[in-house]
């Protein structure tokens, strides 16, 4: 949907990534490949949407090892050595799922302030798709018109924002 909005689109998949488990002595001694490749396709791209499921009433473990990997400093990369870098001025537009009715919103109330401490502008406007198993046809479409227009206007405020603080 984004790409018919006209943004050039980067689809990433965290699992992709071989990104261990966070620990501080481990990025002491090395930070793995893998966060600096992920850490320069973030800083690339002026606005990112995430999309997470919700676990437990908050966003995936996963997601939150990646912030913390990607937001800490890399001492022996100075182009990398400040840690809001990948994360400073992007606009974000946070969407979630879960089978639940509340479409994983206690997720995002969760991950906004994160990512507001991170330094990015997140969009006020978001969405939470509840009933996730039944909401998309065998192609992976969303069968709801109204959940097609609420993801819609995620995307369309994220490229009217970015359009406006970085020009794109």
Same mark, same amino acid.
């Given at each position: 949907m984004a790409r018919a909005s006209g943004a050039t689109v980067s689809h990433l998949e965290l699992a992709e990534f071989h990104i261990p488990m966070y620990n501080a002595d481990d990025e002491a001694e090395r930070t793995p490949p893998d966060v600096i490749r992920l850490k320069s396709l973030m800083f690339a791209h002026? /606005?990112?949407i995430i999309c997470t499921p919700e676990y437990n009433a908050s966003y995936p473990a996963l997601v939150k090892n990646?912030?913390?990997?990607?937001?800490?400093p890399v001492k022996a990369n100075p182009e990398w050595a400040d840690g809001f870098k990948a994360f400073r001025g992007k606009v974000v537009?946070? *969407?979630s799922a879960s089978p639940g009715a509340l479409g994983g919103l206690r997720s995002q109330s969760h991950l906004v302030p994160l990512l507001l401490n991170l330094h990015c502008w997140v969009a006020p406007q978001n969405y939470a798709l509840g009933h996730a198993a039944e909401a998309f046809d065998a192609?992976? /479409? *969303?069968?709801s018109e109204a959940s097609t227009q609420n993801v819609q206007a995620v995307i369309d405020q994220v490229l009217w924002a970015a359009g406006r603080l970085h020009g794109v």
């Open positions: 002026p /606005a990112w990646t912030i913390d990997w990607c937001s800490s537009g946070v *969407l192609r992976g /479409a *969303l069968t």
